[in-house]
């Protein structure tokens, strides 16, 4: 007998006895483990992408290898199904300051957990919970970055952390098919730039051209073909010769620095000179000394306005014996610039048909200043357009015609009028020029197309809102190696339609207005006064001037009580006992 006699006494069996005595043992599994590929790998070399593109199901590429696929099998490598190289997505994925991939609006470091989306129309990777919060719950469909409308089936889901049988490596379609790159071809693409592409011509000799001499030295000196190196070389030999204050090397010390060809190059495109293309962020000194050199300038279309100050007059005569009595203080008046609120509008006669103008005098009123009075005074007339270049602007303004002269209204440069609602985006831009910051003159720009790199650099003061054809015609006419329209284009004559300068100012008005309606107002009080007090004397007391007058129709009254009935004198001096009256008659 014992405790466990009566342990085999029971109607079921144990996991280990059905597995052991009963043949329930099932053989262990020898397949591979369930495995996600991560996002921030290729779905067909399953290694970390540097080029990433996209399908429309969500699956990432590395953009060479699945180029190369797609040429060679031209199906999907994942699915299985039809797939050409113009269904690919390129994507922008964002990183921040550790390397790490980000969400650009949350800042949120993507992980294996994290719902991660793409946006078809831009390529900007987010995570789902921004996307979900500032777009679909507010209905809000623009692409947060871009400010790009889109839809939500543009959205593409790169990683989802509950759908666990997506992208399941075992089940990708070169995976159970064995489908793979040959490394030789791989290698030829990373060698050839031009493999399994169709090219001819000149694109072709300067891909064949990469990694040589000639290419190195053609970095060197900034790129660009023959006519552009020597330009980029007499750009140099210009800012050598007229480099007479440099701009202060201040980590070496050196007092003269030299310019170098990237930077006569950048003179070269952007109309600059070299010095202001060399200045970095720590080399503000020649900016400074522009603005300095171009101060404050006295407006030519000016308005007299009351300063906070009086004109001393009355101090001065009280005082002094030799000056001309005064008792009134009165506010000195002080000529201040004109910043009218409208905008202005002029339209150029040229030979190649009429360009309407709006002026951006509320924004800009300097350059605009100079420009409208320019245009009045006939600066413009016979001045010819000396440089034209396709694509990007076409320059004049300068009276002598060589791109060098052209002075200010006030015979002096003045300052930049940079706006961040102003921008060199568009065709038809009206844009000052200039060689370098705070340089302005009479020179000025109308952009073919728009450059965003012209930004802050250049003063923007007004476009084109008239005569496209005229510029369209002007972009026609051929030009010669130093950009010069082989046909004159010129300026015949200018017509300004809004002045706002030297037009009446609105506010300057309206307080006139109420200045006079106030006086006015003052005027009516006295009188209601006076009538309030003697009733029935105001005629008799306005006939007379002076201090006596109320003297005077006090008189009068005596005299009319003195000539009327006795009864009716013996009856106001009874009132007079019983009541109260007022102190007129005092």
């Not at 889901?157 to 793979?180: R, W």
């Not at 409208?372 to 602007?393: A, D, K, L």
């Not at 320059?395 to 060199?424: A, R, Y």
């Not at 831009?429 to 012209?454: D, E, R, V």
Request: net charge neutral; with cysteine.
């Amino acid at each position: 007998m014992g405790k466990k006699q009566h342990s085999k006494d029971r109607m079921f069996i144990t996991s280990t006895e059905w597995a052991t005595e009963w043949g329930g043992a099932k053989a262990k599994d020898t397949g591979a483990p369930f495995k996600r590929l991560p996002f921030y790998c290729c779905s067909l070399t399953f290694v970390p992408f540097e080029d990433p593109v996209c399908t429309a199901d969500g699956n990432v590429f590395e953009m060479m290898n699945i180029v190369a696929y797609i040429k060679k099998f031209g199906k999907h490598p994942v699915t299985g199904l039809p797939l050409k190289v113009e269904d690919l997505i390129p994507l922008i994925f964002h990183k921040n300051s550790d390397g790490e991939f980000c969400c650009p609006v949350l800042n949120k470091v993507f992980t294996e957990f994290t719902h991660i989306v793409a946006v078809k129309t831009t390529g900007n990777v987010f995570c789902y919970e921004a996307i979900k919060e500032l777009n679909i719950k507010t209905k809000n469909w623009k692409e947060l970055l871009t400010d790009e409308p889109f839809t939500r089936d543009d959205l593409i889901t790169i990683q989802n952390p509950n759908a666990l049988d997506s992208k399941v490596l075992v089940e990708f379609d070169h995976v159970k098919k064995g489908i793979k790159l040959d490394e030789e071809e791989l290698n030829k693409m990373k060698e050839d730039p031009t493999y399994n592409i169709n090219i001819s011509g000149d694109l072709k000799q300067m891909m064949n051209e990469l990694g040589t001499e000639s290419a190195k030295t053609a970095f060197l000196q900034g790129g660009g073909g023959l006519k552009a190196q020597k330009e980029r070389a007499a750009a140099l030999a210009i800012a050598k010769s007229k480099s007479r204050n440099p701009i202060p090397d201040l980590k070496s010390g050196n007092p003269n620095p030299g310019f170098s060809v990237v930077d006569a190059a950048s003179a070269s495109v952007f109309g600059r000179s070299a010095a202001s293309a060399r200045m970095g962020d720590d080399e503000k000194t020649k900016a400074r000394i522009n603005l300095h050199m171009a101060g404050d300038r006295m407006p030519v279309n000016a308005k007299m306005v009351q300063s906070r100050y009086t004109t001393g007059l009355a101090s001065r005569s009280f005082t002094s014996t030799a000056f001309t009595p005064t008792t009134k203080n009165e506010f000195e008046l002080i000529r201040v610039e004109k910043n009218p609120k409208k905008k202005g509008y002029v339209q150029l006669h040229t030979t190649h048909g009429d360009l309407n103008l709006e002026l951006h005098c509320d924004m800009a009123p300097r350059a605009c200043e100079n420009f409208i009075t320019h245009c009045e005074n006939g600066y413009y007339n016979g001045v010819i357009f000396h440089r034209s270049i396709r694509n990007f602007m076409i320059q004049g303004g300068d009276p002598t015609g060589t791109g060098k002269g052209g002075q200010s209204i006030w015979n002096k440069q003045f300052k930049d009028e940079f706006n961040s609602k102003l921008t060199h985006s568009g065709r038809g831009i009206l844009s000052m020029a200039n060689s370098g910051p705070h340089t302005n003159g009479s020179q000025f720009f109308i952009l073919y197309k728009s450059a965003p790199h012209l930004n802050f650099k250049h003063t923007v003061f007004g476009n084109v809102v008239g005569g496209m054809n005229t510029i369209a015609n002007m972009e026609k006419v051929r030009t010669d190696d130093d950009d010069r329209p082989l046909e004159e284009i010129k300026i015949t004559g200018v017509t300004v339609f809004v002045n706002p300068y030297t037009e009446p100012d609105e506010e300057e008005e309206k307080i006139k207005a109420e200045e006079e309606k106030k006086k006015s107002a003052e005027e009516d009080d006295v009188s209601l006064g006076s009538w309030m007090s003697n009733t029935g004397q105001v005629a008799s007391a306005s006939k007379g001037g002076g201090v006596g007058k109320y003297l005077k129709s006090k008189n009068s009254s005596k005299s009319e009580v003195s000539n009327g009935d006795d009864v009716a004198v013996d009856k106001s001096s009874k009132k007079r006992k019983n009541e109260f009256n007022d102190f007129s008659g005092w």
